[in-house]
Each structure stands twice: as C-alpha cells, then as structure tokens.
C-alpha cells in the first residue's frame, strides 16, 4: 500500500505559475508509475501527466504539453507537477495517483491509490 499526500495548490493569476507537490508514504515509492489527474466542476477526471518509475520517461496530455513539468524524486518519496503559463480552464482540483503498471499508463483505471486532491484555481 502506498499513501499519497498533494499539496501546492492556490489561486493564481492567468499566466502564473505553481508547482504541486505529492509526497508518497508506505510501500516503496520507486516501484509505482506516477501521474496526475485534474477534475474540474461537472466533468470527468481527465489526465495529466504520468512518469515511469525511474523517471526517464515522461508523458503529458496535449493540453498541458510545453506548459506542464512532472518529475519526482525517489530519495524524497515525492512527485511533482510544476505548472507555468496556467489558463483558467486549468481550473480543477488536482489528484497524484500511483500504478503499479510497468509502462507510463494515462488511464484512471490503471491507478490504483490516489490521493485526496488539492484545488487549483486560475483567474482571468
């Protein structure tokens, strides 16, 4: 079992920036895919970004891509997801999930433990 704590999130003005952190706690870390959903009022939780377990390979949602960074920190039992240039359609709560699949997985259903989710809000 692994427990997943999200912190960061705020509001910020459009074109701003914040950076999400996840901090992991019970089973070892290194062993889980990461990712991060968004869900925002009345829509499904929709996909993020994921990264492999030893960090090498990365993997973003076309609406985030060359705005949003996801990296992670094994030693640190930490993942994080750095946000620049954020629009008000970012707007959503943010969850970390972990999988215990091999390959960068982009699906809710591939996740296994998510953590309780931390507000972002952007302003226009």
């Known amino acids: 079992q692994v427990q997943l704590v999200e912190s960061g999130g705020g509001l910020v003005q459009a074109g701003g920036s914040l950076r999400l952190s996840c901090a992991a706690s019970?089973?070892?870390?290194?062993?889980?895919?990461m990712g991060w959903f968004r869900q925002a009022p009345g829509k499904e939780r929709e996909f993020v970004a994921a990264?492999?377990?030893?960090?090498?390979?990365?993997y973003y949602a076309d609406s985030v891509k060359g705005r949003f960074t996801i990296s992670r920190d094994n030693a640190k039992n930490t993942v994080y997801l750095q946000m620049n240039s954020l629009k008000p359609e970012d707007t959503a709560v943010y969850y970390c999930?972990?999988?215990?699949?091999?390959?960068?997985?982009?699906?809710?259903?591939?996740?296994?433990?998510w953590g309780q989710g931390t507000q972002v809000t952007v302003s226009s």
């Open positions: 990264i492999s377990r030893s960090g090498g390979n990365t």
């Open positions: 019970g089973r070892s870390f290194s062993t889980y895919t």
């Open positions: 999930a972990a999988s215990g699949a091999i390959a960068v997985v982009t699906t809710t259903d591939r996740y296994g433990h």
